[in-house]
């Protein structure tokens, strides 16, 4: 057989797997990417998270959904504003009663400003996966979140469904669950998210902007890795690195300026000025 | 038959056609009727079960009419009125009526007349089962030899009409009213007007009927869900013509499946906005049905019947290239979907109201009640200035209730340097408050009391919202705290 004649067999079947696989190429789907805004990251993950395909993150040990949410709420708010276009999130009742529902100021202040963000409440993770699915498919919504409270029945399937869901309908999905799972899974990327302290504001101490360790586990574009991120209203920052660890008055090593420790005033007070820059 | 317990002892409730042809009634001492046949056959009286007995023959008896209304404890009252030619007229209307409850191993006695009134005296007191009355009948004439007790008037009222000897209608038919109106009140001659047809009467309709409605009855019962789906989207046709007609859009939808033993199935579907185009009606009930564990179908519906109860506006379009459009409405084909599949309170907004008070400020509704669902112009307005260094005031997420801590403060107004949240005990690093808020001063019922928020972050980065409940002294002696939310 001629040598042309068998790469143009090759190619036609390249191109009829490539059909099968829903029209986009073998390697990455065609949607583009969602960049963080950290070079060192997008470089990472090959320009940023990959639109219409699915993700996964977990909190780094039981009880830090917080972290978690702050982080998928991030994400979300920056996804939307690039796409103008809402955000939908699934929570299984046990996570909302584990870890708290969703909170429409606190969202809002995460840069998901009121009808941005819509919740699905369901009973059963066979539920929210379903929700996840049809919301994957349909083209209005730009991301989808669902956190699941309890395991993943045949988490490899279900996870390919929404796969290909997202690969369908070009949104971003982000599977969440509380507690890290080996089960396997279709994601693009997984996730590991876990609370950071934060730097304080200024020399009294005081809360600074929310941080968080993200560990990358699992990257299909490229090597794993991990940053310590800084989560703004739909942006990321890397965190400057820790040099000392918070004085606590309890330890008595190292004392503030003041003869004993005062809780910070709030800047939320109404009619507070904004701080000096 | 069925005895009550009364203040003086069992009494006899209701009792079947041998036990009457004994010589018993109801109110008679359950003793007394044993004195006189001791072979009785008895059970506890249920009138629960009996009014739950008598809404499903209502909600059977749809399929004649949608006008139905409870008449009684005891009987049901179906205006036919331009109803009964579809099924051959009154009397075979009866008929089929009559037979189908004695198919369900009941017996019934029915009555057509001019006004409600007459025909429900005529049911109960004529001693005939199925009773057709044409409307040119005279009515008064009719109604004359029955018992006085057929208008259903108040027992004192009929004691008193007995003791002074009037036993049957007809006996007041050619009384002067006057003096009966001011011995036994308005309301006997308003009855008897009633009756007679003299004076008009209202039903209470058990549902309010829908102003488009299709239905389709089947020569042989269905049992199959796609069937059903099939069916349905048939029927959606013809209603989306009417709807179309006159400009308008279902909001509501409402599915009646009439089983052939005569019990009813109602599925009802919202929608965020009018919609009229049966492949979307027939889907919104697709995923209805997919969440139903079984449609109980025994053996088979014989009839379906689809109508539309809330209706909207809903203008022609012409299509344009207006991509926000199609999108806005892809998303509320979305939320519908998923509002029919899992419940109207289970696919939300969230909602940011303007109050001090946590729970308050941020509320859940429906999705599917909310108009004009996203507005991408709110995007443009970041809530949260870069230059506010110390991250959000609110957490993203809250509990249902406020969890109980053990917490240590290092002043009591303080915040606290430690707490024991689910038997893990949190080393508070940084903390930020106190917000105080308190109940409205207009809000004296139940006020709680007021509450000290503060933000802390624990030594290994987790940050809880927390709140000391109660001022320290003046409210309460020693203050519980709360961790309320959690930011990460």
């Known amino acids: 057989?001629?040598?042309?004649?068998?790469?143009?067999?090759?190619?036609?079947?390249?191109?009829?797997?490539?059909?099968?696989?829903?029209?986009?190429?073998?390697?990455?789907?065609?949607?583009?990417?969602?960049?963080?805004?950290?070079?060192?990251?997008?470089?990472?993950?090959?320009?940023?998270?990959?639109?219409?395909?699915?993700?996964?993150?977990?909190?780094?040990?039981?009880?830090?959904?917080?972290?978690?949410?702050?982080?998928?709420?991030?994400?979300?708010?920056?996804?939307?504003?690039?796409?103008?276009?809402?955000?939908?999130?699934?929570?299984?009742?046990?996570?909302?009663?584990?870890?708290?529902?969703?909170?429409?100021?606190?969202?809002?202040?995460?840069?998901?400003?009121?009808?941005?963000?819509?919740?699905?409440?369901?009973?059963?993770?066979?539920?929210?996966?379903?929700?996840?699915?049809?919301?994957?498919?349909?083209?209005?919504?730009?991301?989808?979140?669902?956190?699941?409270?309890?395991?993943?029945?045949?988490?490899?399937?279900?996870?390919?469904?929404?796969?290909?869901?997202?690969?369908?309908?070009?949104?971003?999905?982000?599977?969440?669950?509380?507690?890290?799972?080996?089960?396997?899974?279709?994601?693009?990327?997984?996730?590991?998210?876990?609370?950071?302290?934060?730097?304080?504001?200024?020399?009294?101490?005081?809360?600074?902007?929310?941080?968080?360790?993200?560990?990358?586990?699992?990257?299909?574009?490229?090597?794993?890795?991990?940053?310590?991120?800084?989560?703004?209203?739909?942006?990321?920052?890397?965190?400057?690195?820790?040099?000392?660890?918070?004085?606590?008055?309890?330890?008595?090593?190292?004392?503030?300026?003041l003869s004993q420790p005062l809780a910070r005033p709030p800047l939320d007070r109404p009619g507070r000025t904004a701080p000096a820059a | 038959m069925s005895v009550a317990q009364d203040k003086a002892g069992l009494r006899l409730a209701a009792l079947n056609a041998p036990a009457a042809a004994l010589g018993l009634a109801p109110g008679l001492a359950l003793a007394d009727a044993r004195a006189r046949h001791p072979g009785l056959q008895v059970v506890a009286h249920e009138p629960q079960a009996d009014a739950r007995l008598l809404e499903g023959f209502v909600d059977a008896c749809e399929r004649y009419t949608p006008l139905l209304a409870l008449d009684g404890r005891d009987g049901l009252m179906l205006d036919i009125s331009g109803c009964a030619h579809l099924f051959g007229g009154e009397g075979p209307l009866l008929r089929d009526l009559l037979a189908r409850v004695a198919g369900s191993g009941h017996s019934a006695r029915a009555a057509t007349a001019a006004t409600p009134e007459a025909a429900a005296a005529l049911a109960r007191c004529s001693g005939r089962r199925g009773l057709v009355v044409p409307p040119e009948r005279d009515l008064a004439a009719l109604l004359a030899p029955l018992p006085l007790a057929a208008l259903r008037l108040e027992a004192t009222t009929l004691a008193a009409l007995e003791r002074l000897g009037f036993a049957c209608i007809g006996d007041l038919a050619d009384k002067p009213r006057a003096p009966l109106a001011a011995r036994f009140g308005v309301a006997l001659l308003d009855r008897l007007d009633a009756a007679t047809g003299r004076a008009r009467s209202a039903l209470h309709h058990r549902f309010p009927p829908p102003r488009f409605s299709v239905e389709k009855p089947l020569a042989e019962p269905i049992e199959r869900v796609e069937d059903v789906l099939g069916l349905t989207r048939h029927l959606a046709q013809p209603l989306a013509q009417a709807l179309e007609r006159h400009g308008l859009g279902a909001r509501r939808l409402d599915l009646a499946l009439f089983r052939v033993d005569g019990k009813v199935t109602r599925l009802a579907v919202g929608s965020g906005r009018p919609v009229r185009d049966p492949v979307l009606v027939a889907r919104l009930f697709a995923e209805k049905v997919a969440a139903l564990t079984s449609l109980d179908a025994g053996f088979g519906f014989d009839l379906l019947r689809l109508s539309a109860p809330l209706v909207e506006p809903l203008e022609a379009r012409q299509e344009g290239f207006d991509t926000r459009r199609a999108e806005s409405e892809a998303l509320d084909g979305l939320l519908d979907r998923l509002a029919a599949r899992f419940g109207t309170e289970r696919v939300l907004l969230p909602r940011v109201a303007d109050a001090h008070i946590p729970e308050e400020a941020g509320r859940l509704v429906p999705a599917q009640r909310a108009r004009a669902v996203f507005d991408p112009a709110h995007l443009d307005a970041p809530a949260l200035s870069a230059a506010d260094s110390a991250g959000p005031t609110r957490p993203p997420r809250l509990f249902a209730r406020p969890e109980p801590i053990e917490a240590v403060a290092e002043v009591p107004d303080g915040p606290p340097t430690r707490f024991r949240w689910r038997r893990v005990l949190h080393d508070v690093a940084a903390a930020e408050g106190p917000e105080r808020i308190a109940a409205p001063w207009w809000r004296e019922e139940g006020m709680s009391p007021t509450r000290d928020y503060f933000r802390v972050e624990t030594r290994d980065g987790r940050r809880f919202w927390l709140f000391r409940a109660g001022l320290f002294g003046t409210e309460v002696a020693h203050p519980a705290w709360y961790v309320h939310g959690l930011f990460g």
């Not at chain 1, 960049?35 to 040990?61: E, Q, S, V």
């Open chain 1, 1 to 257: 057989m001629p040598p042309s004649a068998g790469s143009a067999e090759l190619a036609g079947l390249r191109r009829r797997i490539a059909a099968l696989e829903g029209g986009s190429g073998p390697d990455g789907p065609s949607w583009g990417a969602l960049p963080f805004g950290i070079a060192d990251l997008d470089g990472t993950l090959g320009g940023g998270l990959a639109w219409g395909a699915l993700h996964a993150a977990t909190a780094a040990a039981p009880g830090q959904e917080g972290a978690l949410l702050a982080f998928a709420l991030a994400l979300a708010a920056r996804a939307a504003r690039l796409r103008r276009a809402p955000v939908l999130l699934v929570q299984q009742e046990l996570a909302g009663l584990e870890g708290g529902w969703l909170y429409g100021p606190g969202a809002q202040e995460a840069g998901l400003p009121e009808g941005a963000l819509i919740l699905v409440r369901v009973r059963r993770a066979e539920e929210a996966l379903l929700v996840m699915e049809e919301a994957l498919k349909c083209s209005a919504v730009c991301a989808v979140l669902g956190e699941v409270g309890t395991g993943v029945p045949d988490a490899l399937t279900a996870t390919r469904r929404l796969s290909l869901a997202a690969r369908a309908g070009g949104a971003l999905g982000l599977l969440l669950r509380p507690a890290p799972d080996p089960s396997p899974c279709a994601a693009v990327t997984r996730w590991s998210i876990a609370p950071q302290p934060s730097t304080p504001p200024d020399a009294f101490g005081g809360l600074g902007v929310g941080c968080v360790s993200a560990r990358l586990m699992r990257n299909r574009q490229g090597p794993p890795g991990a940053w310590r991120l800084r989560l703004g209203p739909g942006d990321f920052a890397l965190a400057p690195p820790r040099l000392m660890p918070r004085e606590d008055s309890h330890d008595g090593a190292r004392r503030p300026p």
